[in-house]
């Protein structure tokens, strides 16, 4: 899938951009309060700035880094694409939902 018109290239040669608020268990930035409220900062921050995650998509981390908030190092791809990268660069990790 190629990226939304409204995101920046992937770039990894970038810094990441690690959330300053709270993290969740699994080590992903949290907005909101309360857990109806509340939902992973890396959507919060694409939604916002580039629009809506399509149904059946997810963000994959491309830097490894679970609390980066850099749209540059979020790639926009199918559930089924996120688990195999997951599986491929982190395979000691436990599962997350994105």
């Not at 951009?17 to 930035?29: F, N, S």
């Not at 916002?48 to 490894?64: A, F, K, Q, R, Y």
């Not at 790639?75 to 994105?98: H, I």
């Amino acid at each position: 899938m190629n990226r939304p018109p409204q995101a920046p290239p992937l770039d990894p040669t970038t810094p990441c951009r690690e959330w300053d608020g709270e993290l969740d268990r699994d080590g992903y930035g949290r907005s909101g309060s309360g857990r109806s409220h509340s939902q992973q900062a890396h959507r919060f921050v694409w939604e916002e700035e580039v629009g809506d995650i399509p149904e059946g998509m997810s963000l994959d981390h491309t830097c490894l880094n679970r609390a980066c908030v850099n749209l540059r190092h979020l790639d926009l791809v199918t559930w089924s694409e996120n688990s195999k990268r997951r599986w491929q660069n982190r395979p000691d990790k436990p599962l997350a939902a994105t």
